[in-house]
């Protein structure tokens, strides 16, 4: 029994550790997430948190410092009151009003005051009485005097005056911000108008000092982590900006400075003197243009823009609320930090008061947030992270660990046994499924070791040779077949190289079109290669290889048959597709290929080639009279003495009967072709010796020319049979060349391809049927239909005439769909009129075979007209099959899967191919007529049919033979076992109203 090894994992590999790291990068990026969108959202609510909150801070600056200007307010109304009711008695005003002034003792707020009359008023003699007290720098009130005489400056067309004469009764104009001429104090005056009986009669003045403001405002911005200050209307600071905490140390502007100035000689500044003093959408109240152009026109100290602005500000209703907008700034001229900016303006003063507070406020508080949340985050990782690795340990780690020390218990023993786990979850259902999986696998291993065993005992009863190659070349085991192919005995193959077999690798076929982890694969392909024995010899071979891949290595199968006489039959059959056997000559077939190659030459190489048709005259005489060995033996002196005439390189063949053809490529000049024609003539006009008697000979020559006369394989044969036929009516023994005068039969043909067009648009066509019948019993078959012209003024035209126009025209899938359809109609006629059955062979073309709706309208006709698809049989020539081989097998496919018969027609005239015969799905063969006349006393055509029968026999396909015309013949077939003919013994082609079934014995 083998030792049981523990089994242990390193917690680092282990399936906890790795679901741990898993959870963990996924708290991870959890907790990322919450913080992110904590930030994001948590700052934007901050952020709108700490405007509203610095909108209330600034309303509730404002408010402040509103009260600390009505204490100049209420002094103003004060001594508006006294210089309406008192008296005018200068005594009692001297002594009354500086004790006013002083009545709050605020010296650091209030620097002076008094009463303004209007000329006259005070006194009817004096246009200036006035009764002003201002500060000393000690803090007593000292009375000036100066705005009172002549030489002094006056004050009726002051700023601070000329608009109280507009001002609403109670309320306090507010001067623009100046330094007081005599003390130079930064100040700002409350002006309250007085009248008298309905009229103005003046004003009174308080004096208010900014310095007092100033400190005020200092001291609120620290509060409020900021700064702030104050603008009058024209922009002008009331008080100056100063931060408690100011990091950069930089100049300041100072009161009565305008901000727009100072911010265009320091940069730092010009953000926010932009913004504070850029136009603002604030209404203009109804007649306040007007009341502006009056201030104007009353005095040269206020400008018109100034004028709107006091007009304004004397239009605001009292209750009207104060302007504020909020902006960010990005960096502070003073506290060098991005900055929240709260701008508010108050509507009965103008005064804009500006509130500076830092943005990192609101980033201290989210980053406070945060903090708690992550601490209570990661406390909750930790915590699920020490639950999820015990709950790992306990559900799925120790039940794994457990069922693999009994898998490696299991695996241990040489019996083998199941593993058991008392869980009921996933882990319990797994050690079931893998405990049916161990039961299947013994029981196809057993069923394998058995398939082995047979498949090693049909391997040995092969036919063809198994070898299996390893990996690495090398020959692992090889059948009996084998040993006797290749003449090893069975210990010498293991280790042997496969390429000393053949020089080929199945290693490379297998994996050419893989990767290098290939798995097993069925054959694919069969190739044709020269295999060697051990003696040294060569034979050609067809081999395949399979692939079969294992857990730890791999086997390549390969097959290998001998097909040394296959190809020797092939070859053989090849010879008679392509040769006279008569005269060992190229037969049409081939002379025609040749002549293709030529004419393409011919254009490339821009040469002259010349094309000769050679017909014997009174062949048949001599033939008929002397017997057929005689004219056989004539035919033979014929090609050697023509062999003769022609030179190195041309080619001559024997077309057909007495007609032969000459190819002539790269002709110096035309001349060479008649030489060569009257060598022939010369050379045949010499008589011969047959069976004691001498015969005389003659032919007749037509020649064309290529490119002369066309450049087209088909039309130089056309056109050399026109001048061959020349030649004969000139009183034959001569040649003749194309000539124009010959372009009249070539017409003659075009009239007839109209004349065919309109006969197939009206089927001027009929059917007669040539009966097929079983060579053994005599009985019938079938019927192959043949498809016959009614001309209107020619009569009856056989098919031989105008069948090759129709294929070259295309004209043929319109008479073939006629042709199928109509011989279905007429066999399912005669049938119901007989009471019998019958098949049916139909021709088809090469246009016909490639037509793609053939399939369906076969199966439409035989629908229509009741008839199963067993009867009709389709019958294909070598062409036809040798076009597309690949397209050809899917149709015929196709064909057969509708089960409608195949036949391959003219078989031994064409390629004669046994690889397609293979291929394709054809269950028919039918001989050639020309191997079949005189079969009874023709050695070679009886030869050739013993061939061809034999071979489809051997590939299981019933013969047909055409052309039977006598007794004898049909004794040779039947000796040859040819299940079927049809020819003039039997019966020419008839309508098949002609034919009854009493005409052959029953079946």
């Known amino acids: 029994m083998t030792e049981i090894q523990p089994l242990r994992v390193p917690f680092h590999r282990s399936m906890r550790a790795k679901l741990m790291l898993g959870l963990l990068v996924i708290l991870v990026m959890m907790l990322s997430a919450v913080l992110a969108v904590l930030y994001a959202r948590g700052y934007e609510l901050l952020l709108g948190r700490e405007r509203e909150l610095a909108k209330r801070n600034a309303e509730q600056l404002a408010s402040e410092v509103n009260r600390e200007l009505a204490v100049a307010e209420g002094l103003a109304a004060a001594l508006s009151k006294l210089g309406e009711n008192l008296p005018k008695d200068e005594s009692l005003w001297m002594a009354l009003v500086p004790q006013i002034i002083n009545i709050d003792g605020r010296t650091d707020l209030i620097a002076g005051g008094g009463i303004w009359p209007e000329p006259y008023t005070f006194d009817s003699s004096r246009a200036r009485r006035s009764f002003f007290w201002g500060r000393a720098p000690s803090g007593a009130l000292q009375y000036f005097d100066d705005y009172n005489t002549l030489a002094g400056p006056g004050y009726h067309d002051e700023e601070w005056y000329v608009p109280a004469r507009h001002q609403q009764g109670g309320r306090c104009y507010w001067s623009r911000s100046y330094r007081d001429p005599y003390s130079a104090e930064p100040m700002v005056t409350c002006t309250m108008a007085m009248h008298h009986e309905g009229q103005f009669s003046g004003v009174s003045t308080v004096d208010l000092k900014l310095s007092g403001l100033q400190q005020f405002l200092i001291n609120r911005g620290h509060e409020f982590s900021g700064y702030a200050f104050a603008l009058d209307r024209n922009g002008v600071l009331v008080t100056a900006p100063h931060a408690t905490h100011d990091r950069g140390n930089q100049i300041t502007p100072q009161p009565v400075e305008s901000l727009a100035v100072f911010a265009s000689t320091h940069p730092a500044y010009r953000a926010m003197s932009d913004w504070l003093l850029q136009p603002l959408p604030m209404p203009v109240p109804r007649g306040a243009e007007i009341l502006a152009e009056k201030i104007d026109s009353a005095t040269p100290t206020i400008d018109a823009d100034e004028s709107l602005r006091i007009a304004m500000q004397l239009q605001a209703p009292a209750n009207h609320p104060a302007f504020l907008r909020q902006e960010t700034l990005q960096t502070d001229p003073l506290l060098n930090e991005p900055v929240l900016l709260t701008h508010l303006i108050q509507a009965n003063s103008n005064w804009q008061l500006v509130l500076v507070q830092p943005e990192r406020l609101v980033r201290e508080s989210v980053f406070a947030i945060m903090r708690r949340v992550a601490t209570a985050l990661v406390l909750t990782i930790v915590a699920v992270m020490v639950l999820a690795g015990w709950m790992l340990r306990r559900m799925l780690v120790e039940p794994i660990q457990q069922l693999a020390e009994q898998l490696n218990t299991a695996n241990a023993s040489e019996q083998g046994q199941h593993v058991v786990v008392a869980s009921t979850d996933e882990i319990g259902l797994l050690a079931g499924q893998i405990n049916q999986y161990a039961d299947r696998i013994a029981v196809n291993a057993e069923a394998a070791e058995t398939a082995a065993e047979q498949f090693r005992a049909v391997a040995e009863l092969a036919h063809d040779a198994l070898i299996q190659v390893d990996d690495h070349g090398q020959i692992v085991d090889a059948n009996r077949a084998a040993d006797q192919m290749f003449g090893f005995r069975s210990v010498e193959w293991r280790g042997l190289p496969f390429q000393q077999l053949m020089s080929w690798d199945p290693r490379q076929e297998i994996g050419a079109d893989t990767t290098l982890d290939i798995g097993s694969r069925a054959a694919s392909q069969i190739r044709q290669i020269s295999a060697q024995r051990r003696d040294g010899t060569a034979f050609p071979a067809e081999v395949s290889v399979s692939y079969w891949r294992g857990p730890k290595f791999g086997r390549y199968n390969v097959q290998v048959s001998d097909i040394t006489e296959r190809l020797r039959n092939e070859e053989q059959v090849r010879l008679l597709a392509t040769h006279d056997v008569l005269t060992g000559l190229p037969n049409r077939t081939l002379f025609r290929d040749r002549l293709a190659r030529a004419v393409e030459r011919s254009q490339i190489d821009a040469s002259l080639m010349g094309l000769l048709l050679i017909d014997l005259d009174h062949f048949k005489l001599a033939n008929d009279s002397l017997g057929h060995e005689a004219g056989d033996q004539l035919l033979r002196v014929v090609a050697q003495r023509l062999l003769g005439c022609i030179r190195r390189g041309d080619t001559l063949a024997r077309l057909g009967g007495d007609e032969f053809g000459v190819l002539l490529p790269e002709l110096d000049d035309p001349a060479m072709a008649a030489i060569i024609a009257g060598r022939a003539l010369e050379t045949l006009s010499e008589p011969v010796e047959l069976n004691g008697q001498r015969v005389q000979m003659g032919a007749s020559i037509g020649i064309a020319l290529c490119p002369i006369d066309d450049d087209q394989a088909d039309e130089l044969l056309r056109k050399v049979d026109l001048a061959m036929y020349h030649a004969k009516a000139e009183g034959r023994n001569t040649y003749r060349f194309f000539t124009k005068e010959l372009h009249a ?259």
């Open 745 to 1003: 039969a070539l017409i003659e043909r075009k009239t007839l391809l109209d004349e065919l067009t309109i006969a197939v648009h009206e089927q001027q066509f009929e059917l007669h049927f040539q009966p097929v019948i079983q060579v053994e019993r005599g009985n019938l078959y079938g019927f192959e239909a043949l498809v016959r012209w009614r001309h209107p003024t020619q009569g009856l035209i056989l098919p031989d005439r105008f069948i090759p126009i129709a294929e070259q025209s295309g004209l043929i899938v319109p008479l073939g769909h006629w042709v199928i359809s109509q011989a279905c109609a007429e066999l399912a006629a005669w049938q119901k009129r007989e009471q019998t059955q019958a098949r049916l062979a139909l021709n088809l073309s090469l246009a016909q075979f490639r037509d793609l709706d053939l399939t369906n309208h076969l199966a439409f006709c035989l629908t229509q007209h009741g008839l199963r698809p067993e009867q009709l049989e389709l019958e294909l020539t070598e062409t036809v099959l040798m076009h597309d081989h690949d397209a050809a097998t899917d149709i015929m496919h196709g064909l057969r899967a509708l089960g409608i018969g195949l036949a391959v027609d003219d078989f031994g005239t064409g390629y004669s191919s046994l690889a397609y015969l293979k291929r394709f799905p054809v269950q028919k063969l039918k001989i050639d007529k020309s191997f079949v006349f005189g079969l009874s006393s023709s050695e070679d055509s009886a030869a050739i049919c013993r061939s061809i029968i034999a071979l489809g026999h051997t590939l299981g396909l019933l013969i047909v033979a055409e052309g039977v015309e006598t007794a004898l013949d049909l004794a040779f077939l039947k000796a040859f076992r040819c299940e079927l003919a049809q020819g003039f013994h039997f019966s020419e082609a008839k309508p098949l109203n002609a034919f009854t079934k009493t005409m052959w014995p029953a079946a």
